[in-house]
């Protein structure tokens, strides 16, 4: 019997691999496998050629934007026309518009294939989407393989037939037991487990070195779809489809600038630091330093972002931002602020501040009121009588924060006037503090 390739060719309205409407397609599963909604990382490819034809593949993410498949599945030969176009879909059923474990589309750059495949070998194609997908790659193999793993299981995914010419849209798995390991190609595939048309260019997954990796990529398989199958050993291309991925898949980092405050500005504490950053593909996490220290994060869930800043020293300052793209690739953009303190009323505080005898507190500092520690910001609430007040030890009152004093027990209290304990000239009783840190601990500095 002679090998025949596995594309299939899809409808129209399946081509269009986010359809509003189903399209008739009987369910079923993969030649003795089943639907799965596992490996995202294993997407259908829509081809569309510049004649109005077209198919189906499916392929590997085995990059951030690069998709491996099958030569055949973009040689314009076998297409019948040039690729004009080429999606890239991550889900798990193209055959409904309200597919539940859609993921992304992403249209593709560019591809290319291996101009020598045959079915002897070498059939294997690479795709570079036009940004980074949103799921995880999936590593490839690069160890060759030998005999030993003839009758392993070879775990198949795929978009292809349940059987022979019907079926395509759904994503499936099966494992097929190995039947021979060639030179360039692994032979699989009986009536129990196979692949079908539609599951070119799809991955056969192996355990090797403690991970499960892209083994082969599916290539041909015997008319009927019930006996023997191949898919090409992708340790043999190993070395080209790193080649494509160094010079192709490049790192674009993120741009960062610091829209508020300004350059030079005088601001106060609490002050509200806004960045804009953008990104080929996402922005995933924002960093505010201050004077080298990390002080917080800024959401990146929606822009503007901004953040109000925590407890900052008075005097200069040094703000910087560093924004990271899903990669991990940073860049950074800084100002240089010089913070003041002195206040009249909150009003002239930054968000969440009060004023206090002439300066800006945070929420939480040392002699504001508070219920627990949770409320203070270096995580002791005190307690006399029936106040309770953030507090901190103490040798002097010069030790203490303004408005406060350094009470008789050693502890930073709101100044009575009077000084030590005593509260409206009565006996105060000893100075309770809750036991429990619950929250970190975060001392306001003083120069």
Known sequence: MTPTLRPVLLSAILLAACAAQEVGQEAGEIVGGQETTAYPAVPFINLTTSNGGGGGCSGSLVSPRVVLTAAHCLDPEELGGTLSSVIVYFGANVLVGNDPAFIEQIAAEDWMFNPTWSFDGGDFGLILLSKDASVDPIPYNTTALTSAQVGKP?????????????????????????QSVGSQIINYGSSNGNTCQGDSGGPGFLTIGGQEVVATVTSWGIEGCTSQSGAGRVDRAADWIASFITSRDLPSPPTVAVVEPAEGAVVRPGFAVQVNATDNTRIDKIEVYIDGELATEIPTSSSPY????????????????RAYDNRGDMAAASVNVTVDASCQEAADCGDGYDCKDGTCVPPGATGTTCESNEDCLNGTCGTIDDESYCTE????DDTCPSGTECNGDGYCWPSSGGGGCNVSGTSAAPLWLLALFLLVIRRRRRA
């Open 393 to 396: 030890q103490c040798t002097s």
């Open 306 to 321: 901004v953040v109000s800043t925590p407890v900052v020293d008075e005097g200069p300052a040094a703000v910087e931002v």
């Open 154 to 178: 070879l775990h198949l995914v795929g978009w292809g037939n349940s059987s022979e010419g019907t079926g395509a849209g759904k994503k499936r798995e099966v494992d097929a037991s190995i």
